[in-house]
Protein backbone atom coordinates (compact mmCIF):
# COMPACT_ATOMS: atom_id res chain seq x y z
CA UNK A 1 0.00 0.00 0.00
CA UNK A 2 1.00 3.57 -0.92
CA UNK A 3 0.12 6.30 1.26
CA UNK A 4 0.54 10.05 1.09
CA UNK A 5 -0.18 13.13 2.92
CA UNK A 6 -3.33 14.77 2.23
CA UNK A 7 -3.96 17.81 4.60
CA UNK A 8 -2.93 18.90 8.11
CA UNK A 9 -5.50 18.21 10.63
CA UNK A 10 -7.53 15.59 12.12
CA UNK A 11 -9.75 13.38 9.47
CA UNK A 12 -12.76 12.66 11.59
CA UNK A 13 -15.42 11.65 8.99
CA UNK A 14 -15.54 9.77 5.85
CA UNK A 15 -18.38 9.18 2.88
CA UNK A 16 -17.85 7.76 -0.82
CA UNK A 17 -16.54 11.36 -1.97
CA UNK A 18 -16.11 13.25 0.76
CA UNK A 19 -13.81 13.63 3.95
CA UNK A 20 -14.59 15.62 7.30
CA UNK A 21 -11.75 17.61 8.55
CA UNK A 22 -11.05 19.55 11.46
CA UNK A 23 -8.11 22.14 12.13
CA UNK A 24 -8.28 23.64 15.79
CA UNK A 25 -11.94 24.27 16.33
CA UNK A 26 -12.98 24.38 12.97
CA UNK A 27 -14.32 22.01 10.62
CA UNK A 28 -15.08 21.60 7.01
CA UNK A 29 -14.98 18.91 4.03
CA UNK A 30 -12.65 18.14 1.71
CA UNK A 31 -12.42 15.70 -1.17
CA UNK A 32 -10.32 12.86 -2.10
CA UNK A 33 -7.82 15.05 -3.58
CA UNK A 34 -7.50 17.66 -0.66
CA UNK A 35 -9.62 20.79 -2.24
CA UNK A 36 -12.15 22.16 0.28
CA UNK A 37 -15.91 21.08 -0.89
CA UNK A 38 -18.01 22.82 1.69
CA UNK A 39 -17.73 25.78 3.95
CA UNK A 40 -16.33 26.28 7.18
CA UNK A 41 -17.85 25.99 10.63
CA UNK A 42 -16.67 27.96 13.11
CA UNK A 43 -17.07 26.32 16.78
CA UNK A 44 -16.55 27.53 20.40
CA UNK A 45 -15.69 30.82 21.65
CA UNK A 46 -12.80 32.79 20.13
CA UNK A 47 -10.43 31.99 23.38
CA UNK A 48 -10.96 28.33 22.04
CA UNK A 49 -10.56 29.05 18.49
CA UNK A 50 -7.45 30.86 19.30
CA UNK A 51 -6.08 28.46 21.93
CA UNK A 52 -6.56 25.65 19.54
CA UNK A 53 -5.34 27.51 16.67
CA UNK A 54 -1.45 26.32 17.78
CA UNK A 55 -1.23 22.33 17.39
CA UNK A 56 0.80 21.99 20.04
CA UNK A 57 -0.86 23.76 22.86
CA UNK A 58 -4.02 22.84 21.49
CA UNK A 59 -2.91 19.00 21.75
CA UNK A 60 -1.71 19.78 25.97
CA UNK A 61 -4.87 21.42 27.14
CA UNK A 62 -7.08 19.35 24.78
CA UNK A 63 -8.42 21.86 22.88
CA UNK A 64 -9.99 20.95 19.43
CA UNK A 65 -12.74 19.08 17.61
CA UNK A 66 -12.93 15.08 18.68
CA UNK A 67 -16.29 13.67 16.78
CA UNK A 68 -18.33 14.51 13.30
CA UNK A 69 -21.34 12.62 12.48
CA UNK A 70 -23.55 13.47 9.92
CA UNK A 71 -26.99 13.08 10.78
CA UNK A 72 -30.10 12.16 9.81
CA UNK A 73 -31.90 15.23 8.83
CA UNK A 74 -28.53 16.56 7.55
CA UNK A 75 -27.47 18.62 10.62
CA UNK A 76 -23.81 17.67 11.87
CA UNK A 77 -23.21 16.88 15.30
CA UNK A 78 -19.56 17.43 16.52
CA UNK A 79 -17.63 17.16 19.90
CA UNK A 80 -15.28 19.67 21.52
CA UNK A 81 -14.17 19.50 24.75
CA UNK A 82 -17.26 19.12 27.24
CA UNK A 83 -19.37 20.39 24.79
CA UNK A 84 -21.73 18.81 22.04
CA UNK A 85 -22.92 20.97 19.13
CA UNK A 86 -25.96 20.71 16.31
CA UNK A 87 -24.91 22.38 13.33
CA UNK A 88 -27.52 23.09 10.73
CA UNK A 89 -26.91 22.91 6.88
CA UNK A 90 -25.90 27.26 7.33
CA UNK A 91 -23.70 26.81 9.55
CA UNK A 92 -25.79 27.54 12.88
CA UNK A 93 -25.74 26.11 16.14
CA UNK A 94 -29.35 24.61 16.78
CA UNK A 95 -28.60 22.86 20.03
CA UNK A 96 -24.98 22.98 22.76
CA UNK A 97 -25.25 19.66 24.81
CA UNK A 98 -23.21 19.71 27.98
CA UNK A 99 -25.12 16.92 30.55
CA UNK A 100 -22.68 14.07 30.47
CA UNK A 101 -19.46 13.93 32.22
CA UNK A 102 -15.49 13.55 30.81
CA UNK A 103 -14.47 15.73 28.28
CA UNK A 104 -15.73 13.52 25.22
CA UNK A 105 -16.54 10.61 24.47
CA UNK A 106 -13.42 7.53 23.01
CA UNK A 107 -12.96 7.54 19.86
CA UNK A 108 -15.57 5.34 18.40
CA UNK A 109 -17.37 5.97 21.76
CA UNK A 110 -20.25 7.56 19.26
CA UNK A 111 -22.49 6.80 16.21
CA UNK A 112 -25.69 6.82 14.37
CA UNK A 113 -27.77 4.09 13.52
CA UNK A 114 -29.30 3.97 9.98
CA UNK A 115 -32.86 5.45 11.85
CA UNK A 116 -31.14 8.00 12.72
CA UNK A 117 -30.92 7.47 16.50
CA UNK A 118 -27.47 8.31 17.78
CA UNK A 119 -25.74 6.79 20.91
CA UNK A 120 -23.33 8.15 23.24
CA UNK A 121 -21.21 6.75 25.45
CA UNK A 122 -19.52 7.95 28.60
CA UNK A 123 -15.30 8.24 28.99
CA UNK A 124 -14.17 10.09 32.38
CA UNK A 125 -10.49 8.46 34.44
CA UNK A 126 -12.87 7.48 36.83
CA UNK A 127 -10.17 5.73 38.38
CA UNK A 128 -11.80 5.69 42.16
CA UNK A 129 -14.50 4.15 39.83
CA UNK A 130 -16.92 6.50 42.55
CA UNK A 131 -18.84 7.63 39.20
CA UNK A 132 -22.40 6.06 37.49
CA UNK A 133 -21.52 6.11 34.20
CA UNK A 134 -24.16 6.70 31.11
CA UNK A 135 -25.12 5.55 28.02
CA UNK A 136 -26.98 7.93 26.15
CA UNK A 137 -29.16 8.23 23.33
CA UNK A 138 -30.82 10.30 20.72
CA UNK A 139 -34.29 9.67 18.67
CA UNK A 140 -34.52 13.42 17.84
CA UNK A 141 -31.30 14.08 16.01
CA UNK A 142 -29.42 15.70 18.57
CA UNK A 143 -31.59 18.10 20.70
CA UNK A 144 -32.06 16.06 23.35
CA UNK A 145 -30.28 13.38 25.10
CA UNK A 146 -32.07 9.85 27.42
CA UNK A 147 -29.85 7.88 29.46
CA UNK A 148 -30.34 4.30 28.11
CA UNK A 149 -27.84 2.41 30.45
CA UNK A 150 -26.41 3.48 33.61
CA UNK A 151 -23.27 1.13 35.23
CA UNK A 152 -23.32 1.68 38.99
CA UNK A 153 -20.21 2.97 40.75
CA UNK A 154 -17.53 0.41 41.10
CA UNK A 155 -19.15 -2.00 38.32
CA UNK A 156 -16.70 -0.59 35.62
CA UNK A 157 -14.21 2.60 34.80
CA UNK A 158 -15.77 3.99 31.39
CA UNK A 159 -17.57 2.85 27.85
CA UNK A 160 -14.89 2.30 25.20
CA UNK A 161 -17.10 1.85 22.13
CA UNK A 162 -20.48 1.89 20.43
CA UNK A 163 -21.23 1.01 17.31
CA UNK A 164 -23.35 0.23 14.73
CA UNK A 165 -23.00 -3.21 12.83
CA UNK A 166 -24.55 -3.80 9.32
CA UNK A 167 -24.10 -7.38 9.31
CA UNK A 168 -26.30 -8.05 11.80
CA UNK A 169 -28.55 -5.01 12.18
CA UNK A 170 -27.47 -4.13 16.04
CA UNK A 171 -25.35 -2.80 18.00
CA UNK A 172 -21.97 -3.56 20.09
CA UNK A 173 -20.63 -1.87 23.18
CA UNK A 174 -17.62 -2.03 25.14
CA UNK A 175 -16.14 -1.31 28.38
CA UNK A 176 -12.84 -0.86 30.33
CA UNK A 177 -10.37 -1.33 31.88
CA UNK A 178 -9.71 -3.48 35.07
CA UNK A 179 -11.61 -4.80 38.35
CA UNK A 180 -11.11 -8.22 39.88
CA UNK A 181 -10.47 -11.13 37.71
CA UNK A 182 -10.64 -8.17 34.58
CA UNK A 183 -14.55 -8.07 35.21
CA UNK A 184 -14.16 -4.52 33.61
CA UNK A 185 -13.30 -5.52 30.24
CA UNK A 186 -16.79 -6.28 28.78
CA UNK A 187 -18.43 -6.76 25.45
CA UNK A 188 -22.70 -5.74 25.10
CA UNK A 189 -24.60 -6.36 22.34
CA UNK A 190 -28.35 -4.77 21.90
CA UNK A 191 -30.87 -5.77 18.80
CA UNK A 192 -33.27 -3.19 19.80
CA UNK A 193 -32.44 0.11 19.47
CA UNK A 194 -30.91 0.06 22.62
CA UNK A 195 -33.02 -0.67 25.20
CA UNK A 196 -31.40 -3.82 26.51
CA UNK A 197 -28.16 -4.98 26.10
CA UNK A 198 -26.46 -9.08 26.26
CA UNK A 199 -23.22 -9.75 28.46
CA UNK A 200 -21.34 -11.17 25.18
CA UNK A 201 -18.13 -11.53 27.23
CA UNK A 202 -16.30 -10.74 30.36
CA UNK A 203 -12.95 -11.09 32.22
CA UNK A 204 -9.81 -10.50 30.74
CA UNK A 205 -7.57 -8.33 28.66
CA UNK A 206 -8.61 -9.78 25.61
CA UNK A 207 -12.38 -8.48 26.21
CA UNK A 208 -10.52 -4.72 26.39
CA UNK A 209 -11.12 -3.17 23.17
CA UNK A 210 -11.41 0.46 21.83
CA UNK A 211 -13.43 -0.41 19.49
CA UNK A 212 -14.32 -3.15 16.72
CA UNK A 213 -14.11 -4.37 12.96
CA UNK A 214 -16.70 -6.12 11.65
CA UNK A 215 -16.42 -9.02 8.97
CA UNK A 216 -19.68 -11.45 7.77
CA UNK A 217 -18.58 -14.21 10.08
CA UNK A 218 -16.76 -12.45 13.20
CA UNK A 219 -15.58 -9.68 15.14
CA UNK A 220 -12.18 -8.51 15.37
CA UNK A 221 -10.18 -6.23 17.53
CA UNK A 222 -6.77 -5.73 19.09
CA UNK A 223 -6.60 -5.35 22.30
CA UNK A 224 -6.06 -1.78 25.09
CA UNK A 225 -3.86 -3.48 27.79
CA UNK A 226 -1.17 -0.55 26.85
CA UNK A 227 -0.12 0.31 30.76
CA UNK A 228 -0.90 -3.33 32.23
CA UNK A 229 2.01 -6.43 31.81
CA UNK A 230 -0.79 -8.49 29.32
CA UNK A 231 0.50 -9.10 26.28
CA UNK A 232 -1.31 -6.90 23.47
CA UNK A 233 -3.32 -9.17 21.16
CA UNK A 234 -5.03 -9.14 18.17
CA UNK A 235 -7.87 -10.89 18.33
CA UNK A 236 -11.11 -12.25 16.59
CA UNK A 237 -14.62 -13.37 18.12
CA UNK A 238 -16.69 -15.78 16.14
CA UNK A 239 -20.61 -14.46 15.19
CA UNK A 240 -21.97 -18.02 16.24
CA UNK A 241 -19.46 -19.70 18.50
CA UNK A 242 -18.74 -16.39 20.14
CA UNK A 243 -15.37 -18.03 21.39
CA UNK A 244 -11.92 -15.61 20.89
CA UNK A 245 -8.82 -16.64 18.83
CA UNK A 246 -5.74 -14.94 19.08
CA UNK A 247 -4.13 -14.61 16.00
CA UNK A 248 -1.45 -12.38 16.99
CA UNK A 249 1.09 -10.60 19.64
CA UNK A 250 1.04 -6.54 19.11
CA UNK A 251 3.85 -4.48 19.24
CA UNK A 252 1.70 -1.79 21.30
CA UNK A 253 -1.96 -0.86 22.30
CA UNK A 254 -4.34 -0.89 19.69
CA UNK A 255 -5.27 2.51 19.13
CA UNK A 256 -7.59 3.19 15.77
CA UNK A 257 -9.41 0.00 13.77
CA UNK A 258 -11.83 0.77 10.60
CA UNK A 259 -14.01 -2.12 8.41
CA UNK A 260 -14.44 -0.94 5.14
CA UNK A 261 -16.82 -1.36 2.24
CA UNK A 262 -14.70 -3.50 -0.16
CA UNK A 263 -14.16 -5.92 2.77
CA UNK A 264 -10.88 -5.25 4.23
CA UNK A 265 -9.94 -4.15 7.78
CA UNK A 266 -6.89 -2.57 9.26
CA UNK A 267 -5.86 -1.67 12.56
CA UNK A 268 -3.22 0.41 14.59
CA UNK A 269 -1.19 0.18 17.14
CA UNK A 270 0.57 3.08 19.28
CA UNK A 271 2.98 4.83 22.13
CA UNK A 272 1.37 5.39 25.42
CA UNK A 273 4.49 4.43 27.63
CA UNK A 274 2.81 0.92 28.65
CA UNK A 275 5.60 -1.47 29.82
CA UNK A 276 4.07 -4.16 27.77
CA UNK A 277 5.20 -2.10 24.48
CA UNK A 278 8.30 -3.21 22.11
CA UNK A 279 9.13 -0.31 20.88
CA UNK A 280 8.43 3.56 20.31
CA UNK A 281 6.52 2.91 16.71
CA UNK A 282 2.94 3.48 15.72
CA UNK A 283 2.13 0.43 13.15
CA UNK A 284 -0.48 0.40 10.27
CA UNK A 285 -1.61 -2.86 9.62
CA UNK A 286 -3.94 -5.05 7.38
CA UNK A 287 -5.82 -8.12 8.72
CA UNK A 288 -6.35 -10.62 5.53
CA UNK A 289 -6.81 -14.06 4.85
CA UNK A 290 -6.59 -14.81 8.65
CA UNK A 291 -2.98 -12.79 9.56
CA UNK A 292 -2.35 -9.10 10.09
CA UNK A 293 0.24 -7.52 8.39
CA UNK A 294 2.30 -4.70 9.07
CA UNK A 295 2.00 -1.44 6.22
CA UNK A 296 4.02 1.03 7.82
CA UNK A 297 4.96 2.12 10.79
CA UNK A 298 6.40 5.68 12.41
CA UNK A 299 8.27 6.63 15.34
CA UNK A 300 6.97 8.51 18.20
CA UNK A 301 7.56 12.52 17.96
CA UNK A 302 9.74 14.13 20.80
CA UNK A 303 7.34 15.67 22.51
CA UNK A 304 6.24 14.53 25.95
CA UNK A 305 3.58 11.78 26.54
CA UNK A 306 1.76 14.15 28.28
CA UNK A 307 1.04 16.42 25.35
CA UNK A 308 -0.08 13.15 22.95
CA UNK A 309 0.46 9.20 22.61
CA UNK A 310 1.56 8.55 19.31
CA UNK A 311 -1.38 7.45 17.43
CA UNK A 312 -3.09 6.61 13.76
CA UNK A 313 -6.65 7.15 13.98
CA UNK A 314 -9.59 6.13 11.75
CA UNK A 315 -11.85 8.80 10.70
CA UNK A 316 -15.40 7.42 11.49
CA UNK A 317 -18.03 6.12 8.15
CA UNK A 318 -15.44 3.82 6.59
CA UNK A 319 -17.86 1.00 6.47
CA UNK A 320 -19.28 2.68 3.63
CA UNK A 321 -16.13 3.24 2.03
CA UNK A 322 -13.06 1.40 0.16
CA UNK A 323 -10.53 3.93 0.12
CA UNK A 324 -7.92 4.20 3.44
CA UNK A 325 -8.08 7.38 5.41
CA UNK A 326 -6.48 8.19 8.78
CA UNK A 327 -4.91 10.59 10.96
CA UNK A 328 -1.83 10.39 12.86
CA UNK A 329 -1.01 12.16 16.11
CA UNK A 330 2.12 12.72 18.35
CA UNK A 331 4.78 11.42 15.24
CA UNK A 332 7.73 12.50 13.81
CA UNK A 333 6.83 14.59 11.18
CA UNK A 334 3.08 13.77 11.37
CA UNK A 335 2.12 15.54 14.24
CA UNK A 336 -1.61 15.36 13.30
CA UNK A 337 -1.56 14.72 9.62
CA UNK A 338 -4.16 13.65 7.24
CA UNK A 339 -3.25 10.43 5.14
CA UNK A 340 -4.86 8.55 2.43
CA UNK A 341 -4.20 5.55 0.01
CA UNK A 342 -2.67 6.17 -3.02
CA UNK A 343 -5.14 4.71 -5.75
Known sequence: MKLKKLINGKALYVTADKIWVAQGMTFFAIDYTGKRVSRKYMVGSLKDRVLSFHRLLGQLLRVGLHHLLPLKNGNILVTAKRKTYIFDKEGCVVN???????????????CVTPDGTIFFAEY???????????????????????????????????????KWDAYEKCLWLGTGDYGKNDQENRLYKSVDNGDTWELVGQYGQDWRAIGVCFTKDALLWGTDAGSCPDTVHFVRMDRKTRKLEILADLEGPCHGCASYKDGRSFFSTGVEGGENEKDCYARLKEYRDGKIEDLWKLKKDIWPLILQYGVMRFPLGTDLCDRVVFTTMGLEGHGETVMIEEQ
Open 96 to 110: IWTGYQGNKPGHQGI
Open 124 to 162: LLNTNRDHKINLYRSTNNGISFQIVKTWPEGDIRHLHFV
